[in-house]
């Protein structure tokens, strides 16, 4: 799976970037190069979607049937999920999808847009309530807004990193990122989410902020940052106003 944002709106953390990028002999390379190493590696197996200059997602058909890969799109909003989940059929019941044919692709469209447009529970809860090992990438094109989010337990593995121009790359194959981003990169937090507007939070511990700590490399060199959840420091709690609130990511639980 490949993903790549441009910055203005997907805003990813500052301290992916890391300067050594720019110093080192390996550099970033644009994301069109990126794309092209991605389908390179999947000849057979691969297609991507590009919407103009503001996204593109890839994805590869899983050649190894005990890890599972989807990809769906429905009105607009495409989501590449990696993982499975063990309460689907409860999930698809509450979110009104019984009944009809749904992977956990569709389950997360499904979830994301009740969230974006009705904000009935607060998101950190909705992931709190998946069972099972999962990382996905949503995008949404009505809001040009990105929503990604990683399981706790660590089966699944999601890397982000910083493309030659800004964009912020996301993918589950390491050697992708590495080829892409250069030093500007590090693994998504386990229990964490992420939204191109209300940026990168743990879902685990909703009410902590999180804070990034730099990676050092086997050469000593700052290579992007990792992220925690800070135990000392808490978010403010804002009451949320207007339609734009109901996506509940910036002021969960």
């Known amino acids: 799976m490949l993903a790549i944002f441009q910055k203005t709106f997907a805003h990813p953390p500052e301290e992916l970037n890391s300067p050594a990028s720019t110093?080192?002999?390996k550099t970033p390379k644009l994301p069109g190069e990126t794309l092209s190493d991605f389908l390179s590696n999947h000849p057979d197996?691969?297609?991507s979607?590009?919407?103009?200059d503001s996204a593109v997602l890839a994805f590869a058909r899983p050649e190894n049937s005990h890890r599972p890969r989807m990809f769906s799109g429905i009105d607009g909003i495409?989501?590449?999920f990696l993982g499975a989940l063990n309460n689907l059929c409860d999930l698809n019941k509450q979110y009104g999808l019984s009944g009809k044919s749904s992977n956990e692709a569709m389950f997360v469209i499904e979830a994301y847009r009740t969230l974006r447009d009705r904000g009935p529970y607060p998101a950190d809860q909705v992931l709190r309530g998946l069972d099972g090992s999962f990382a996905f990438v949503v995008y949404?094109?009505?809001t040009s807004s990105v929503f990604a989010a990683l399981g706790s337990d660590g089966a699944e593995s999601l890397y982000w990193g910083i493309a030659a121009d800004g964009s912020v790359v996301m993918s589950d194959d390491i050697k992708i990122i590495k080829q892409g981003c250069a030093k500007s990169f590090a693994p998504f937090p386990t229990g964490c989410m992420f939204h191109s507007?209300?940026?990168l939070m743990s879902f685990e511990h909703p009410k902590n902020k999180m804070k990034a700590m730099q990676r050092i490399d086997s050469e000593g060199v700052i290579c992007g940052a990792n992220f925690k959840v800070d135990t000392y420091s808490k978010i403010n709690s804002i009451p949320?106003?207007?339609s734009e609130a109901?996506?509940?990511l910036a002021n969960s639980s």
Do not use: P
């Open 240 to 242: 949320r106003r207007g």
């Open 78 to 80: 495409y989501c590449a």
């Open 49 to 52: 979607m590009s919407f103009g």
């Open 246 to 248: 109901n996506w509940s």
């Open 45 to 47: 197996s691969a297609f």
């Open 197 to 199: 507007e209300s940026g």
């Open 23 to 25: 110093l080192s002999g």
């Open 140 to 142: 949404d094109t009505q």
